[in-house]
């Protein structure tokens, strides 16, 4: 395959099957400054340096003192929102011992199989063994289970010809604090 210097990164993205924002950084780290060029021998030999370099041990390992104060705080019942926000009020300038509530319910259900883990979870409000975080699937908050749309109703209810079939309105307000709401009554024949 035969790359020029003239395609579009976009062009190039394709051809490789690559996202061009891919080939974007790859050209970013491995450009040589003074001729602007694209160096493959360079971007071969750092590949093979990181290659060798182990990967950076995490914030919340087990054997550190932030995964220590944590594992404290769950224990006291806190949870890992209540948890992350302490740690940037308690250490503004030190990001090494801040992480956000998605780093401890990863360490949480990461963990090997054992009692620490499910203490931890048990200490957690929902209680759950397993984790479904928000953002995969549907959003299930704030639906009635069982609703059934005004477009199934009978055609019978349609027609109003029968007395005692109800129809109704409800407006919420604003955060749900009100709502103003009026039924009525098919009239009497």
Known sequence: MLLRASHSIRAIARQLGRAPSTISRELARHTVRADKRYDASLAGYRAGLTRCQPRRRPKLHPDSELFELVVYLLRHYWSPEQIARTLRRM??????????????????????????????????????????????????????????????????????????????????GANNRSAAGRWWSAPHA
């Not at 054992?114 to 984790?131: D, F, H, M, P, V």
């Not at 699937?137 to 749309?149: E, K, M, T, Y």
């Not at 007395?163 to 407006?171: A, Q, R, T």
């Open 91 to 172: 250490f503004p300038d030190d990001t090494d011992r801040q992480v956000s509530h998605e780093a401890i319910y990863n360490a949480i259900y990461v963990m090997p199989r054992g009692s620490l883990k499910k203490e931890l979870i048990a200490c957690l409000r929902q209680g759950n063994g397993k984790r479904r975080p928000r953002s995969r699937g549907q959003d299930r908050r704030q639906q009635i289970p069982g609703l059934v749309s005004i477009h199934l109703r009978p055609p019978e209810i349609e027609d109003r010809l029968m007395p005692g079939h109800w129809e109704g309105d409800l407006i919420m």
